[in-house]
């Protein structure tokens, strides 16, 4: 096969999910970067997922709790009781459209890589676990998400001998933070292995055991207006187009 490798990458509804939308754009240029195509997937958008050669699953609003297990103390709530506890904004359709690809994605072997909400659909699929909401779960955690649209920071520690000390370069980085939900440790998947993590115990990243490339991480490499992430995270982008190139010439 000739030509770049193409990743859809998954995006909201509305405008903002067009080609030019702002929930496509940042991600298409940080893969493009990187030397792939890119097209917008999801309900009502361009492009076709068997045409794809990866997957990049995008951040955005929060998963229902339709599919999700209930934490402790919540196990008599109802679907709606948990998104008024724990504030939580959800695209229904887009779970729906974005579950069924991450499940085909995962049974073909394809690239996948899940960023900020994308890592948890991807250990929601697999795991069924997810944190509604991490300042209500535990009141003494750092600040991770957006105020007045600025992006959180903190630093992660980075397991030995994953690609994200690859990657990075490095054992300890800042990252940027714009998220509510998210998962500790224990409610990862068994079939993930937690490669990074914040100094309060939420995990920031992890890899898909035995898999060629299902990656997430918690924090937004593509963010252009984060300079000091989205200027380190070109190696990110590139494994996983690397990967995808390898898929593509393994069809």
Known sequence: MNGQPLIGITVGLGVDGSRKGRDFSSYASAVQNAGAAAMPLGHGRHGRYDECDGLLLSGGCDVHPKHVKRLPGDEGLTDDEVIAKYKIKTEKMRDEVEIRMIRQALAEGKPCLGICRGFQMINVVIGSRLIGDIPTYDPSALVHSAVDGVSARHEIEIEP????????????????????????PELVADNFRVTAIAPDGIVEAAEMKYAAF??????HPEKQSDEFINS?????????????????RSR
């Open 161 to 184: 001998g994953s690609l994200m000390e690859r990657v990075y370069g490095a054992s300890s980085i800042t990252v940027n933070s714009r998220h509510h939900q998210g998962f500790t």
């Open 214 to 219: 299902v990656v997430g991480v918690q924090w």
């Open 232 to 248: 380190v995270s070109g190696p990110l982008f590139r494994a996983f187009v690397d990967a995808c190139v390898a898929w593509r």
